[in-house]
């Protein structure tokens, strides 16, 4: 593929689905950028350690949220551009950055973005590439990048930890109000997270060498309010009917006040996953 911008598909009822719940976010933003956790600071130095990235370094982000990446990598020097498709979302992101004379929030969805002349140093994409379409988004990674550039991605799950006997009762407030909630889901345990999918997919692209592998857990504690917001932001969540969300929320509510004290703790594995471009 060359450089620019790359031809769409027709839409598929998968690829509808997936923008219209990646839309989803830009509904509460501020509510987003509030109840969204960062990543851990271990993960910053893994990037810097694999990719090189530091001052000075070219960045491309791509679907940056309301910043929870881009503020400590502009913090460590980088010159980012990122790439976001709501625009309540990347109007946050420039607030969180003001200040930040290297970094620039472009509103634009990353599939029709017209890539610059000059190629990037590193392609990022935390919690966000599984929204950019699928026959789209490696070989146009590979595209911004200067040869031996890197395109890191992370990707973040809950796993089994923290407060393990509230996440397995919760999963009867689940079952009530989502259909669609398997019996008995439980967290897989860290080790059992499986990046084969990921790594296979940028290995058939041809354009990168392997990937390399870095993981890191966090146990992050919510009091009720807090996990209710956290909830919200989820795209499951926000996509269900009203009354269902709000039977889902005043259940997980009543649980985490009734018997957990209110608070929980919930574990994160973050896994970064970074390929250098041939």
Known sequence: MTRGTPPRRDDTPEESLRERLAGIFDEDAELYDRARPGYPPELYDDLAELTGAGPGSRVLEVGCGTGQATVPLAGRGCRITAVEAGPHMAAIARRNLAGEAEAEVVTA?????????????????????????PAIRVAKAA???????A??????????????EFFAEVQRC???????TPPGLR???????????????????GRFGPTVLRRHTQDLTFATTGYLDLLRTFSGHRALPEAARDGLLACVAALIDGRYGGRVTKRYLFELAVSPRR
């Open 109 to 133: 969805r990353f599939e029709t973005w017209p890539l610059p002349p000059e190629p990037y140093d590193m392609v990022v994409s935390a919690t966000a590439f599984h929204w950019i379409d």
């Open 187 to 205: 967290p897989p345990a860290a080790a059992d997270v499986d990046a084969s999918d990921h790594v296979r997919e940028v290995a058939r692209s």
């Open 174 to 180: 689940y079952e009530r109000f989502d259909p669609q």
């Open 143 to 149: 595209d911004a990048l200067r040869p031996g550039g």
């Open 151 to 164: 395109l890191a991605v992370v990707r973040g799950q809950h796993v089994m930890g923290g407060t393990e």
